[in-house]
């Protein structure tokens, strides 16, 4: 009797443990699929920043520490005829606000940033802010270094032109939603339009200097947290640079370009492009049109982008990334020095 016992103890102990080894080595399982499952969806995105992101002594880490970054620095000093180098380096921040100087050295600062990252910068997904784009560009292969940069310094120089024909202004407003502040601006007598769409509750507007100081009006009485209008030279991204539109276009239109090697989410669209001629399309588009950030951030993540990390001067792009999605993760990157 006590025999039987023992051994139907027995019995049920080793079916115990056959039950729970069954169970150890199913997790185990599921646990690697749906690691190698993860590993294959979440795609790796690079952002690159736009005007606004400059200051003094940017860049002067890489051109001291890498001997590719002193390269491609001192090229780019010829191919733009001036030594911008001194004033990224050691300029003032009024010097750094020059338009001639500003788009190229942001420019200049991501680009030759992503060139240094060696084997570790692998894209699967770019997207760049407004002037951004043309890193972006460069970072995935469509365009050169030196296309890219000649290209930016000619739409430095139209942007800036266009400025000069009318005077014109930008606004930053917070706390509406964004049909809301579309609304005012269409209603709004004059050129005003939404420029800018940065995150949920930071929309940027643009246009004629009357029509923005009453917009703005307008946007307070509706409840806007502020309407601020941006010390700035022009209403970019607005029907006001159609003159720039019309002179970058031709350039853009005899420059090169090549079939990316990954996705580039552009501001016009807010979705993946490819194809060579769709993306000269849209960059010609870009000037007049909104950038559609929040759209285009929100959309690489429904294709599997949750690792961003952000390649140029400043953090703005990882600050709007947390606003307009925390869960995922936002970083910026650096050159990594060697002892």
Known sequence: ????????????????????????????????????????????????????????????????????????????????????????????????????????????????????????????????????????????????????????????????????????????????????????????????VAANYNCPGQLVISGEIDAINTACEALKEAGARRALVLPVGGAFHSPMMEPAREELAAAIENTTFSTPTCPIYQNVTASAVTDAEEIKKNLILQLTAPVKWTQSVQQMIVDGGTSFTEVGPGKVLQGLMRKIDRTVDADGASLNIEA
């Open 1 to 192: 009797m006590l025999l039987n016992y023992l051994l139907k103890d027995n019995l049920a102990e080793v079916i115990r443990k056959k039950y729970a080894y069954f169970c150890f080595i199913k997790l185990k399982l599921l646990a690697s699929f749906i690691k190698k499952f993860l590993k294959k969806h979440i795609m790796k995105a690079y952002i690159f920043p736009g005007q606004g992101a400059q200051f003094s002594g940017m860049g002067l880490h890489l051109y001291e520490n890498s001997a590719e970054a002193q390269e491609l620095f001192e090229k780019a000093n010829d191919i733009l005829g001036f030594n911008i180098t001194d004033i990224m380096f050691e300029g003032t921040a009024e010097q750094l606000k020059e338009t001639k100087v500003t788009q190229p050295a942001i420019f200049l600062h991501s680009v030759i940033l992503a060139k240094t990252l060696g084997d570790s910068f692998k894209p699967e997904m770019v997207a760049g802010h407004s002037l951004g784009e043309f890193s972006a560009l460069v970072a995935n292969g469509a365009l050169t270094f030196e296309d890219g940069l000649k290209l930016v310094s000619q739409r430095a120089m139209a942007m800036q032109k266009a400025c000069e024909l009318q005077p014109s202004t930008m606004a930053a407003v917070l706390g509406l939603d964004n049909d809301v502040v579309e609304k005012i601006c269409a209603a709004t007598e004059g050129v005003v």
